[in-house]
């Protein structure tokens, strides 16, 4: 598992090819002069003949190469989703080994403001901070150099469980529970090829949108035969809104 900074890095260094990727297509597609012709709507004036002369001189080879970019920065956005999974439970891991060996300090002793005070400040030493968001579980987020939010992983959620998995308390009567029989956990998946999981995810998509299709006319078809009027219960419409229903 790679540390979160690195993942926080990864991310940043494909979103700065994202956008060359896509400014790229947009040169292409002469997007800058397009939109100085102006605009349909509201007041602005529309030079039409500016729009559709530029539009022309766009050549098939500029629109098949523009599109090739945008698919790249599609992709790059979509392992960039995977990797944000990772960087949370990277973060996640280590922020519990942190914490859990915070915690056992104060195991029996009633959770006051200077008690509080105390775990705050020795979390702010490993660049995070956490607090209990209940009685069974803490919020924990990465901090800056500064000792400030950061937003490299806004608060989330880590959660007790015992030893048999069920949910377990961390606080009774505002005390801290023991941690031998504790467990604390997070919901995030940590994927190990991002790249290799978008194209999983891509060609299950494919199959899933075809036989969303398929059920969408089947369902028209068997409506049309069934007799109209009388007490005949019709087919529900499938779930299909168009291509962006599969998008992601």
Same mark, same amino acid.
Request: glycine content about 6%; overall charge positive.
């Given at each position: 598992?790679?540390?979160?900074?690195?993942?926080?890095?990864?991310?940043?260094?494909?979103?700065?090819?994202?956008?060359?990727?896509?400014?790229?297509?947009?040169?292409?597609?002469?997007?800058?002069?397009?939109?100085?012709?102006?605009?349909?709507?509201?007041?602005?004036?529309?030079?039409?003949?500016?729009?559709?002369?530029?539009?022309?001189?766009?050549?098939?080879?500029?629109?098949?190469?523009?599109?090739?970019?945008?698919?790249?920065?599609?992709?790059?956005?979509?392992?960039?989703?995977?990797?944000?999974?990772? /960087?949370?439970?990277?973060?996640?891991?280590?922020?519990? =080994? *942190? +914490?859990?060996?915070?915690?056992?300090? !104060?195991?029996? &002793? @009633?959770?006051?403001?200077?008690?509080?005070?105390?775990?705050?400040?020795?979390?702010?030493?490993?660049?995070?901070?956490?607090?209990?968001?209940?009685?069974?579980?803490?919020?924990?987020?990465?901090?800056?150099?500064?000792?400030?939010?950061?937003?490299?992983?806004?608060?989330?959620?880590?959660?007790?469980?015992?030893?048999?998995?069920?949910?377990?308390?961390? /606080?009774?009567?505002?005390?801290?529970?023991?941690?031998? =029989? *504790? +467990?604390?956990?997070?919901?995030?998946? !940590?994927?190990? &090829? @991002?790249?290799?999981?978008?194209?999983?995810?891509?060609?299950?998509?494919?199959?899933?949108?075809?036989?969303?299709?398929?059920?969408?006319?089947?369902?028209?078809?068997?409506?049309?035969?069934?007799?109209?009027?009388?007490?005949?219960?019709?087919?529900?419409?499938?779930?299909?809104?168009?291509?962006?229903?599969?998008?992601?």
């Amino acid at each position: 598992m790679k540390n979160y900074k690195v993942i926080f890095t990864e991310i940043k260094k494909n979103n700065e090819t994202i956008e060359n990727l896509k400014e790229q297509a947009d040169k292409l597609l002469k997007i800058p002069e397009l939109d100085s012709c102006g605009s349909f709507w509201g007041n602005g004036k529309f030079d039409a003949q500016k729009y559709k002369s530029i539009k022309e001189s766009i050549t098939k080879d500029e629109e098949q190469k523009a599109c090739e970019l945008y698919a790249q920065a599609d992709e790059l956005r979509k392992i960039n989703e995977i990797l944000q999974c990772n /960087l949370k439970a990277s973060f996640c891991d280590s922020a519990i =080994n *942190i +914490i859990t060996s915070i915690l056992e300090k !104060y195991e029996g &002793k @009633p959770l006051g403001e200077k008690t509080k005070e105390k775990i705050r400040n020795e979390g702010k030493a490993f660049n995070l901070t956490f607090y209990f968001d209940s009685d069974e579980s803490i919020k924990v987020a990465t901090l800056g150099a500064n000792g400030c939010l950061d937003y490299v992983v806004r608060h989330e959620t880590l959660y007790a469980i015992d030893k048999d998995g069920h949910r377990a308390k961390l /606080l009774i009567d505002n005390k801290l529970q023991p941690l031998e =029989n *504790i +467990i604390l956990k997070h919901h995030f998946e !940590y994927v190990e &090829k @991002p790249k290799q999981k978008v194209k999983q995810i891509e060609k299950l998509l494919e199959k899933y949108k075809n036989a969303c299709i398929n059920a969408s006319k089947l369902q028209g078809e068997l409506n049309d035969l069934l007799p109209k009027g009388g007490t005949i219960h019709r087919f529900d419409k499938v779930n299909y809104c168009g291509e962006n229903s599969f998008k992601w």
